[in-house]
């Protein structure tokens, strides 16, 4: 999906008009995978800024395999920026936490 009107967003929102995994509960995982041509290996790093760290995250993540993740929300709510890096490229996802709606950044946020 991505940030739009129908998901809630707005123009000023950092991840607008951008792939963004939408969680709505605490412990929600959802997961994606990662392909480029002549590449199977793939990692996932998330803004220290964005994202929070340690007891603050938004969202923490596993890496199964070179190419797959299984991203968690956590207790925190926030719009977090990940990068998955790739052999010479890099493309952005982002994930918004909302625990079923409410406001974010002083946003109202949809649940789904």
Same mark, same amino acid.
């Given at each position: 999906? %991505? /940030?739009?009107?129908?998901q809630?967003g @707005?123009?000023?929102d950092?991840n607008w008009?951008?792939? *963004?995994?939408?969680?709505?509960q $605490?412990a929600?995982t959802?997961?994606?995978?990662? %392909?480029?041509?002549?590449? %199977?290996t793939?990692?996932?790093s998330? /803004?220290p800024? *964005?994202?929070?760290t340690g007891?603050?995250?938004?969202? *923490?993540? @596993?890496?199964?395999?070179?190419?797959?993740? $299984?991203v968690t929300?956590?207790?925190h @709510?926030g719009?977090?920026?990940? @990068?998955v890096?790739?052999?010479?490229?890099?493309? *952005?996802?982002?994930?918004?936490?909302t625990?079923a709606?409410?406001?974010?950044?002083?946003?109202?946020?949809? %649940?789904?």
């Open positions: 999906m %991505t /940030d739009d009107a129908t809630g @707005t123009a000023s950092p008009l951008q792939p *963004t995994l939408f969680f709505v $605490n929600q959802r997961s994606f995978g990662a %392909t480029q041509p002549g590449n %199977t793939f990692s996932l998330l /803004d800024v *964005t994202c929070g007891a603050s995250a938004v969202v *923490t993540f @596993t890496q199964p395999d070179s190419h797959d993740f $299984n929300s956590t207790t @709510t719009i977090c920026k990940g @990068t890096s790739g052999a010479g490229a890099s493309v *952005t996802v982002w994930f918004s936490n625990q709606g409410g406001n974010i950044n002083g946003k109202r946020r949809v %649940t789904h």
